[in-house]
C-alpha cells in the first residue's frame, strides 16, 4: 500500500541554520506530494506540494523537489527563524492522503 | 480565507458521558476526513466522506464512534459512551473531490480529554 516514511525527531536548530527534513514515499501509480506543517494548538496547514516528478514546491522559503528516482521530498530552507519552530508532515496523495509520522522542529534563539 | 469550522475547541467531561464534535466544512467542498491525533499514534484517519455518503470508517471504534453528516454543511463524530483512552485531539478536514492535487484543508481540532 501506499506509505510515507519521514525521520523521526525532535529536530533542534539554531536560528538561521540550514534545515533537510527527509521524506521518502512508497506509492503505486503517479501521486502527488505534499508537506504540511502544524503549529501548537492548530490544524495542519498546507506548506507546498509538487503533482509531479521533478517539480519543485516552494513557500516562505521552504522548498522541495518531487524526486521519483529515489521516492523522495525532502524538505529544506536555507535558514530557519524562531518563528518556523513546528511540527512538519509530509504526504501523499493518490486515491486517498497518507500523511508521515511528522517531525518536531524547534529552532532556537 | 475561507475555513473548516470545528466545534467545540475543547471539551473536558467524565468518562461514560456522550461527546458530539462537528464541523463545518468550507463551502463547496465535497470530502469531509476525520482524524484523531496523539502522541503515541500521531495523526490517524478515523473516517471520510464523499457527498455526505461514508467511504471509509475502518479506522474507527465501531462499538462506540460514530459519524455522520446530516447536510452538506455539517459532520458530527459521537463517542458513546467515551472512556480515558478515547483523549485526543480531534481534526477535521474537507477537500474538494477526488482531485489529487488538491489539499486537505484542516480546522483547528477539538482537544477532548476524557477523565
Known amino acids: 500500500g501506499n506509505s510515507v516514511t519521514q525521520m523521526e525527531g525532535p529536530v533542534t536548530l539554531s536560528e538561521e541554520a540550514f534545515l533537510t527534513i527527509n521524506c521518502t514515499y512508497t506509492a503505486t501509480g503517479y501521486p502527488s506530494l505534499f508537506w504540511y506543517v502544524q503549529y501548537p494548538g492548530e490544524g495542519l496547514q498546507l506548506l507546498l506540494k509538487a503533482t509531479k516528478a521533478d517539480d519543485k514546491g516552494s513557500n516562505k522559503g521552504f522548498e522541495a523537489t518531487y524526486r521519483k528516482e529515489t521516492t523522495s521530498f525532502h524538505l529544506e530552507k536555507g535558514s530557519v527563524q524562531v518563528s518556523d519552530s513546528a511540527v512538519y508532515f509530509c504526504?501523499?496523495?493518490?486515491?486517498?492522503?497518507?500523511f508521515g509520522a511528522g517531525t518536531r522542529l524547534t529552532v532556537k534563539p | 480565507d475561507a475555513r473548516v469550522t470545528q466545534t467545540p475547541r475543547h471539551k473536558v467531561t467524565e468518562m461514560g458521558q456522550e461527546v458530539t464534535m462537528r464541523c463545518q466544512p468550507i463551502l463547496g467542498h465535497n470530502t469531509v476526513f476525520w482524524y484523531r491525533q496523539t502522541m503515541m499514534q500521531g495523526l490517524e484517519l478515523l473516517a471520510y466522506?464523499?457527498?455526505?455518503?461514508?467511504?471509509?470508517d475502518s479506522g474507527m471504534p465501531k462499538d462506540r464512534f460514530s459519524a455522520e453528516m446530516p447536510d452538506a454543511t455539517l459532520a458530527t463524530l459521537k463517542i458513546q459512551p467515551s472512556e480515558p483512552r478515547d483523549s485526543a485531539v480531534y481534526f477535521c478536514?474537507?477537500?474538494?473531490?477526488?482531485?489529487?492535487?488538491?489539499?486537505?484543508?484542516f480546522g483547528d481540532g477539538t482537544r477532548l480529554s476524557i477523565l
Open positions: 466522506f464523499r457527498n455526505r455518503a461514508p467511504l471509509d
Open positions: 478536514a474537507s477537500g474538494p473531490g477526488q482531485d489529487r492535487n488538491q489539499p486537505q484543508h
Open positions: 504526504a501523499l496523495s493518490t486515491n486517498d492522503m497518507r
